[in-house]
Structure formats: structure tokens, C-alpha cells
């Protein structure tokens, strides 16, 4: 059997840990109690799984102490505070994900047989309904609505738009500067593209979300025609979405029966089940998405541009090469969010990256310079 390397074995301590953690702290800023009941106890289960991990660990002198949540879950806390727990959900969601295909990649490597329970954690929502709570199926909905519409994707679009800005225009900064030398023209260029490449990206964004939106708004429309010019057609759908279920077919037919009585129940849920359409994400504003998309690129592409502001040359570009370095390193740091790589390891990976995108554009500048120059 092959057994994890020390090192993985306390990398997965920490992520029980701070799943633990964080699943307490949703339970509390959780206003349904039924639904903040099912959290604690996912974190209670976790807790189980960590104290485990501990005493394994101890008994071979490899911790003393059980640590306790990572400056990641805490800032993940800090951020579901001001934006909103959902964002929280969807990272655990993906967490949960994470250590399911950690553990049958460990399984696989073993030679031992999957036994389909890898991926309970993933599915636990629904165990804890189906065996454990009196949670509904609205409630649970809400749940997974939440993290199909988040997906853990705003933090992700949130340090990646960032990310876009710096490296982008921390590019064209220095290809200009290489060309000048720093003196001229880097200030206009650098703003100039912070306010085209943001305008782009804000551009982008709101055409997405309102298409996504307006496609959907019409699927959604044509299906509620369907249901008032055939509704023993849609009658006839509702049962096999149930039979779908492994409900059988006479309470099938009854429950289908019972809700075309309905009709804005019947829509709502061929909407979901046939359409595959949360309506969650029609609830999102195009305008929003695309000034938060506007900002998030701008906070990153004006770092390479700040110092020409006030000083020129070679001590412009140093020290915009400077603040980019720093940028770069912090944007590293919040991918360890998603990663759980070592915030070392990921933070210079960024930093190495972005400077040699800058350095080659730099030489493209100075050569082009040059020749314009001869």
C-alpha cells in the first residue's frame, strides 16, 4: 500500500482543520436554522476527520500540537464578512471536491478498489436530508443554488481580472519604456491601456451576462407557452423527471398530476429539471458584473503606471517593476485560495512569470527604439 508522504498527510490535517472551521462559521452568519444546523454538522464530521488525522500524526512524533485555521480560511472568513458567506460555501464545495479526487488518485495509486464513498463529502448535502435532517428540498436547493451560481468563480474572476490588468499592462509599460527609455509617452500608454483593457473587459463581461440572461429569459418563455398550449405534454415530462428520480411510476403520475394543477410551480420546475436553468443567475446584474470587471482590471494595471506619475526615467521604471513584483506576489498568494499551494511556492511563480512577460516586451521596446532611433 502505498502510504502519503508526511508532508501530504499534514497538508490534508490543515485542510480538515480549516474546512472544520469554516463550516462553523457559516453555520453562525446562517439565518435559515435548519440550514445552519446541516452545516454544523458538517463541521462536526470534518472536526471527526481532522482529530483523526492528528492522532495518526502525533503517534508517529510528527505534531505535537493540533494547529489551528490557516491565514487562508481566515481571510476566506474575512471575505465571506464583507461579501457575503456564499462565496464561503462555494470554496468548501470545491474543497470537498479537491480531497474526493485526492483520495481515489491515492486509492488508484494503492491498487485498491473504489468503493463509491470517495465522494460523499460532495454529496453529503443530501445525505444529511435524505438521513440525518428535516431540511427541505427548498432549502437544499438554496444550497446548492448558491454554489452552482458563486462556483467558487467571482474570488476566482476577482484575482484572475487583477491579475489581467497587472501582467497586460505592466507589458505594455515596459515595451514603451524600453523603447524611451522611460521618458516618453509611458504615462499616456500606461493609462491608455488601463482604460481600454478595463473598458474591454467591462465590455465583455456585461454582453456576457446579458446574452446568458436573455438567452435563458427566452427558453424560460417558450417553455411557459409549451405548458398553456400542451400541458398533458408537459404533465407527461414532469412524470419521467420524477420516474427520473427513482420515484415509481404511479406516484410519478400523481405528483405530475398534482403540479400541472399549477402552473407557475409546474414552470419553475421544467425550468430546473428539463432546462437545466438556475434562475438564480437571472437575479445578476450585467451592469454590476461589468464595473466590478471594469475595477478589478484597473486595480491591477495601475500598479506598473503609479510611478511614472511622479518621477521618469530609469528610477520610473525600477520602481514600477517594483510595485508590479509586489502585486504579482500578492496575486500569487490569493490563488493559494483556490490551490493550497505553499503561498512561497505560488507567490514567486507569479512574480518569475510576470517579469519575464515584462522583460521580453521591455527588449521588443528597446530593439524597436533602437531602429526607429537609427
Do not use: C
Amino acid at each position: 500500500m502505498v502510504r502519503p508522504t508526511p508532508r501530504l498527510r499534514k497538508q490534508s490535517l490543515r485542510t480538515e482543520i480549516d474546512a472544520a472551521w469554516l463550516y462553523a462559521r457559516v453555520a453562525d452568519h446562517e439565518e435559515d436554522p435548519e440550514i445552519a444546523r446541516l452545516f454544523r454538522q458538517m463541521a462536526q464530521i470534518e472536526r471527526g476527520h481532522a482529530d483523526h488525522a492528528f492522532q495518526d500524526l502525533a503517534k508517529e512524533g510528527l505534531v505535537k500540537d493540533i494547529p489551528g485555521p490557516t491565514w487562508q480560511a481566515r481571510l476566506l472568513d474575512r471575505i465571506g464578512g464583507v461579501l457575503g458567506y456564499d462565496h464561503v460555501i462555494a470554496q468548501l464545495m470545491d474543497t470537498e471536491k479537491g480531497l474526493a479526487r485526492a483520495s481515489v488518485d491515492l486509492k488508484r495509486q494503492a491498487g485498491e478498489p473504489l468503493s463509491g464513498s470517495e465522494e460523499n463529502h460532495v454529496r453529503i448535502l443530501r445525505s444529511l436530508l435524505a438521513n440525518k435532517s428535516r431540511v427541505g428540498g427548498e432549502q437544499i436547493g438554496r444550497i446548492e443554488g448558491r454554489h452552482r451560481t458563486v462556483g467558487g468563480n467571482a474570488l476566482r474572476a476577482a484575482v484572475l481580472g487583477a491579475n489581467d490588468g497587472l501582467v497586460s499592462n505592466m507589458s505594455l509599460v515596459m515595451g514603451v519604456a524600453g523603447a524611451t527609455e522611460g521618458e516618453q509617452g509611458v504615462l499616456l500608454a500606461g493609462l491608455a491601456g488601463l482604460l481600454a483593457g478595463a473598458l474591454s473587459m467591462a465590455l465583455g463581461e456585461w454582453i456576457s451576462v446579458k446574452s446568458s440572461q436573455e438567452l435563458y429569459e427566452r427558453q424560460m418563455a417558450l417553455e411557459m407557452v409549451e405548458l398553456e398550449t400542451n400541458p398533458e405534454g408537459e404533465r407527461k415530462e414532469l412524470a419521467l423527471i420524477y420516474m427520473a428520480k427513482g420515484i415509481p411510476e404511479e406516484d410519478a403520475q400523481r405528483l405530475a398530476t398534482e403540479l400541472i394543477a399549477d402552473k407557475e410551480k409546474a414552470h419553475a420546475m421544467l425550468v430546473k429539471e428539463e432546462l437545466g436553468i438556475n434562475t438564480e443567475e437571472l437575479r445578476g446584474s450585467a451592469w454590476e458584473a461589468a464595473i466590478a470587471s471594469f475595477l478589478l482590471f484597473a486595480a491591477g494595471a495601475i500598479l506598473p503606471v503609479l510611478p511614472f506619475l511622479f518621477i521618469h526615467g530609469t528610477r520610473a521604471i525600477a520602481w514600477s517593476i517594483g510595485l508590479s513584483a509586489m502585486g504579482l506576489f500578492i496575486i500569487g498568494a490569493a490563488i493559494t485560495l483556490f490551490t493550497g499551494r505553499s503561498i512561497w511556492y505560488s507567490g514567486a511563480r507569479q512574480v518569475l512569470f510576470g517579469l519575464a512577460a515584462a522583460a521580453i516586451t521591455f527588449e521588443i521596446g528597446h530593439l524597436i527604439g533602437v531602429s526607429v532611433a537609427g
